[in-house]
Each structure stands twice: as structure tokens, then as C-alpha cells.
């Protein structure tokens, strides 16, 4: 699920984008299983609401991405700046939503851009 947001690099175009969890899924969803092990505690309500919280993405750049990932999710100490989708001009959205998010985010629709064909 997209959330809106996008780094300001990444409407710049310069550089590979990435579709970033920026709540850390594949983090959360080992801590969450190894806990469940480790107590004999299976929720199975509980690991599908993890999966639905985490699945949010952001658009940064790759270097974003992996600045992030060392910076263990925390955008300021990444150096990311992130801005909203209704922000962005027509042409940016248009390029960002058939690059990124048609096909690849289940509500992809919401942010089509208004005239898109």
C-alpha cells in the first residue's frame, strides 16, 4: 500500500527508484515469528495484521533505500526528505505512477493521476 509519500530525490528522477517498508517488514515479521517460537505463542490474527501494517511503502531513491536500512528505518538520520504525492506536478506523478505504482501497489488506483489515460 502506498502511502502518498515520496523522497524529494526520488521525483527528481536522477537515480533508481525503490518502492521502500519503511516500517522495516521483513525486521518486524522475524521478530514477531522467533518471539512466537520462542513463547509457544501462535496468533495467527496477529502475524496478518503485522503484514498489513508493514506492507506501506514509500518512493525513494536506491541509495535512500539502503540509507535507511542503515539507519534502521530513522528517515532523518538517512538524510530523507519526503513530500506528499498532491505536491507533485501532473508530469511527475504521471511518470512515478506508471514506474511505480500501477500493477505493483494494491491501491494504486487512488493515486492515478487525474486525466490519466
Not at 28 to 35: A, I
Not at 45 to 57: A, D, G
Not at 104 to 111: I, L, M, P, R, S
Amino acid at each position: 500500500m502506498f502511502t502518498g509519500r515520496v523522497s524529494k530525490r526520488a521525483s527528481c528522477f536522477e537515480e533508481e527508484l525503490r518502492l521502500e517498508h519503511f516500517l522495516r517488514i521483513q525486521t518486524t515479521l522475524t521478530q514477531l515469528v522467533k518471539r512466537h517460537l520462542t513463547d509457544d505463542y501462535r496468533d495467527a490474527q496477529e502475524f496478518i495484521e503485522t503484514i498489513k501494517r508493514c506492507e506501506q511503502v514509500h518512493i525513494v531513491t536506491r541509495s535512500e533505500n539502503y540509507a535507511a536500512m542503515k539507519a534502521k528505518g530513522d528517515y532523518q538520520d538517512a538524510g530523507i526528505e519526503l513530500v506528499d504525492w498532491s505536491s507533485l506536478d501532473y508530469e511527475t506523478q504521471s511518470k512515478l505512477w506508471e514506474k511505480m505504482l500501477r500493477g505493483k501497489v494494491a491501491n494504486h488506483d487512488e493515486y492515478r493521476p487525474r486525466g490519466y489515460s
